[in-house]
């Protein structure tokens, strides 16, 4: 399989609180994105990092990448109910224009 | 259209049945991927057309899966003689050039296929 790998499979914690994801690659790549997916259907572009960048900012979405270790991390603040969905990583290579995706983090808030 | 449509959203059929998905994506992107997700996974790539051509259909599991986009819009998922393992979410997802590197892709709701 091609796909990069995501852990935790799967996070449950408490409205108000901060979740973290992790997504590891295996090539090198040109960018790296993260994607949300409600209830196993379509996939909402939430953040994309350049490889030569180590962190973003989007509103309550923090992005890391470090490209020494291959990995990324997505930070979410300050959690909602409304946050409950997967969020994937896909990296892009520098080679063409493939996404190679993760497996997922399943993210629960409890309100 | 303002998003990417796929028609239908579920579709049930029989084994060895035909099947045609279909994806409408944002009027003038160019670039246009399928996509096949299985339960607890993240997207598979299918194909990738450029324009009206299939640049890439390196990801097409078998001869029994055939995609067009005879105008450079609306592309059609074609599955022959349907098996068990056909069954998945199809996403759709189209982008403006497909070349450009930092491109974002904007994915359909997807069709969830399901073959008895």
């Known amino acids: 399989s091609q796909q990069g790998e995501e852990d935790p499979q799967a996070l449950s914690i408490q409205e108000g609180e901060n979740a973290t994801m992790n997504c590891s690659y295996k090539?090198?790549?040109?960018?790296l994105q993260w994607y949300r997916q409600n209830s196993g259907r379509g996939l909402v572009h939430l953040i994309l990092?350049?490889?030569n960048e180590r962190e973003k900012h989007s509103g309550r979405l923090r992005v890391t990448l470090d490209t020494s270790k291959k990995s990324s991390s997505l930070l979410i603040t300050a959690s909602r109910a409304a946050d409950t969905a997967s969020y994937f990583c896909?990296?892009?290579?520098?080679?063409?224009?493939?996404?190679?995706w993760g497996a997922g983090t399943k993210l629960i808030i409890k309100p | 259209g303002a998003g990417v449509s796929q028609t239908p959203s579920n579709k049930v059929t029989e084994k060895g049945k035909y099947v045609e998905l279909r994806c409408d994506p944002i009027?003038?992107?160019?670039?246009l991927y399928w996509y096949r997700q299985s339960l607890g996974q993240g997207p598979e790539f299918l194909i990738y057309?450029?324009?009206?051509?299939?640049?890439?259909d390196s990801g097409l599991p078998n001869d029994r899966f055939f995609a067009v986009r005879p105008e450079g819009s609306v592309s059609t998922l074609k599955i022959q003689r349907t098996e068990r393992g056909d069954s998945a979410v199809y996403l759709c997802?189209?982008?403006?050039?497909?070349?450009?590197?930092?491109?974002?892709?904007?994915f359909g709701p997807g069709t969830r296929l399901l073959v008895l």
């Open positions: 090539t090198s790549i040109n960018n």
């Open positions: 009027s003038g992107h160019t670039a």
């Open positions: 990092i350049r490889s």
């Open positions: 057309f450029q324009g009206t051509g299939a640049a890439d």
């Open positions: 896909a990296s892009r290579m520098d080679s063409n224009y493939q996404l190679i």
């Open positions: 997802a189209s982008s403006v050039s497909g070349t450009g590197r930092y491109e974002t892709q904007y």
